[in-house]
């Protein structure tokens, strides 16, 4: 950076320099032919299968398909991506509306492709083990075939399929995109503030102005609160209509074979977190207790923590020009990180290096861009793309520390098929919780004690976040799709259900300050790829919590392994992957192993306050 205080505009070129360039056009045509030559090869085997099946060798067959499915693949995921960052940060822009759209019918295209595909080796099911014997090299997709073999159960028939993903573009998808465009145009007319910049005010050191904005939040809310509960009551109602075609127990099912998790480990997950809830209810009330006595709230009421101050900065006078509460320029974030990731292992540090040296983040906040953050990776090229909304806060530097995290778990699956890319959500969070998890406890280590409290405060809020919050969304989007299949819900019914929510995960750790409205903030609501799209994060959580404490004992030595293990998450269940690293996951026991290194950091700020 040429310029201190300059936050960057990430550079796409690499990928491709636009959607009317030479390249992108390459690429598009690249992927019709591809799926041109799958056809073909589908069509094929549908005439040996009826025809001539005796003479149908399907081992020869299958490895073809394979290889050639692997360019097809490598074009469907980067194009996606690529439509979707482009579009995420420019969300009025029509020419990336329009051509998400294009995207979406290309890749309807390829995934009738795929179920083509899966009805070819439903038939040959039983002559996998041959496939294997003579191309021994494709070991490695027995589990993604059995998988495939899994999926077969729960399709309708090849022309419902194609109906139900053409009218989901102008179904789910358009209100998940209506939900987007709301969330990220709207504005404070008192202050110009967009939503976003007023969810970042919840990190303000100034107790006035998180209240303001948190007020200012719900009422914006409360005034789009039909087109919000609008989007939100078909997309859900979609999901149950599609789900009972597809032969779905309830919509947990569904998200737990996406996850490749067992209900047994995701109950063990819950019970663990559900036992934790009164360590965590101390921790709200510790923190609101430092508030109340530092003047660091305007809240009246002192049972429990106003929703506002959930994020609050625990500062005082002797912390007010300490690391934490400085305004970092991006560069020192840069910087910060990099000396972080090296700490670990040179690889990762080179790693975070070259990311930002080749400009792949997105930091600056601007009107029309999403909120939060993300990491998209491409299979072209290898190479991934980070969005975020950089305020200098110490957050951010936690935030760009955990979207590279995702980055460099890709990135240690180079050389790897572009099949093997789409691991679960629950393992996808583990490198970026070990990440984060690096440049907490070296702050810890670097900090006064009057910092130290921050910084423990800073992690116990996020972790809090991560299990308290997903289980309150986790119990909201349960009871959300058990009502819904009795009727339409209206914005007062996702209110309602909310503060069911809240009072079951947060209880007396929140005042009566709540926000009943967060069902309409949270993306991952809106989303028609997958419901219950929290857990994951809890897992990732306490996973990644588990592996840091065995570096901890392990040492430098243990990043080979690390590596190793991340490479590995993309064709193996999360029993086996984690059985493999030493851990059953089945039991709460384990879970309790994670929560005991913050039950230890709750201890440890009780008596620094």
């Not at 955990?402 to 890319?421: D, N, T």
Request: net charge negative.
């Amino acid at each position: 950076m040429t310029n201190t205080n300059k936050i960057p505009r990430w550079n796409l070129d690499s990928i491709f320099p636009s959607i009317k360039s030479a390249e992108y056009k390459n690429a598009l045509s690249d992927f019709e032919s591809g799926m041109e030559n799958l056809a073909s090869l589908l069509e094929s085997a549908s005439n040996f299968i009826k025809n001539a099946s005796e003479n149908f060798d399907f081992p020869t067959w299958l490895k073809g398909f394979l290889e050639a499915d692997e360019k097809v693949s490598a074009l469907c995921g980067t194009l996606n991506a690529y439509a979707y960052i482009i579009y995420s940060v420019d969300t009025t822009n029509t020419d990336y509306l329009n051509n998400i759209t294009q995207i979406d019918n290309l890749t309807l295209r390829y995934k009738q492709l795929d179920l083509s595909f899966k009805s070819v080796l439903l038939a040959n099911s039983g002559r996998l083990e041959d496939f294997y014997k003579r191309f021994p090299e494709f070991e490695e997709y027995r589990y993604l075939l059995n998988e495939t073999l899994e999926e077969t159960k729960h399709q309708m028939s090849a022309a419902e399929e194609k109906l139900a993903g053409e009218l989901q573009q102008t179904g789910g998808d358009a209100w998940d995109r209506l939900h987007e465009q709301l969330i990220s145009n709207l504005k404070d007319s008192e202050t110009g503030k967009t939503f976003n910049e007023l969810r970042n005010d919840a990190y303000s050191a100034d107790p006035k102005l998180r209240k303001s904005a948190y007020e200012k939040e719900i009422s914006l809310l409360k005034q789009n609160e039909i087109a919000f509960s609008a989007c939100l009551n078909n997309l859900k109602g979609e999901t149950l209509t599609l789900n009972r075609h597809r032969k779905w127990q309830n919509p947990l099912d569904r998200s737990l074979a996406s996850a490749r998790l067992s209900q047994e480990t995701l109950d063990a997950l819950i019970g663990a977190i559900e036992e934790s809830l009164p360590l965590w209810r101390e921790y709200f009330n510790l923190k609101a207790d430092f508030l109340h006595k530092n003047g660091g709230t305007v809240s009246e009421d002192k049972k429990g923590l106003a929703f506002y101050d959930l994020f609050a900065p625990l500062s005082t006078k002797d912390s007010e020009k300490g690391l934490l509460s400085k305004e970092w320029t991006f560069d020192e974030a840069r910087d910060y990180i990099i000396e972080r990731y090296s700490s670990f292992s040179e690889e990762m540090g080179a790693f975070a290096k070259k990311a930002f040296a080749e400009n792949w983040i997105d930091a600056e906040v601007r009107a029309g861009k999403v909120g939060g953050a993300y990491d998209e990776d491409f299979a072209l090229g290898h190479q991934s793309r980070i969005m975020t909304n950089f305020t200098g806060a110490f957050s951010d530097i936690i935030t760009l520390a955990h979207e590279l995290g995702h980055a460099y778990h890709f990135s240690c699956m180079k050389g790897k098929p572009s099949a093997f890319f789409s691991y679960p959500m629950t393992l996808a969070e583990t490198a970026s919780t070990f990440a984060e998890t690096i440049v907490k406890q070296d702050m810890i280590s670097k900090c006064t004690d009057s910092e130290k409290i921050q910084i423990l405060d800073l992690d116990l809020q996020d972790v809090s976040q991560v299990l308290v919050d997903i289980l309150c969304r986790f119990y909201f989007e349960k009871s959300v799709f058990e009502e819904r299949k009795d009727g339409e819900l209206t914005a007062s019914d996702f209110c309602r259900l909310m503060k069911d929510a809240q009072e079951k995960s947060y209880g007396n750790g929140l005042n009566t300050e709540r926000h009943e409205y967060m069902w309409a903030v949270k993306s991952h609501y809106y989303s028609t790829g997958l419901d219950f799209y929290n857990f994951p994060y809890a897992f990732g959580q306490l996973f990644g919590a588990g592996l840091y404490a065995r570096y901890q004992k392990e040492g430098a030595d243990f990043a080979k392994t690390y590596a190793e293990l991340l490479s590995n998450t993309g064709n193996m269940s999360c029993e086996d992957l984690c059985k493999k690293a030493g851990f059953d996951i089945t039991k709460k026991d384990f879970w309790k192993t994670g929560i005991e290194m913050y039950a230890r950091e709750v201890e440890m700020m009780k008596g620094l306050a």
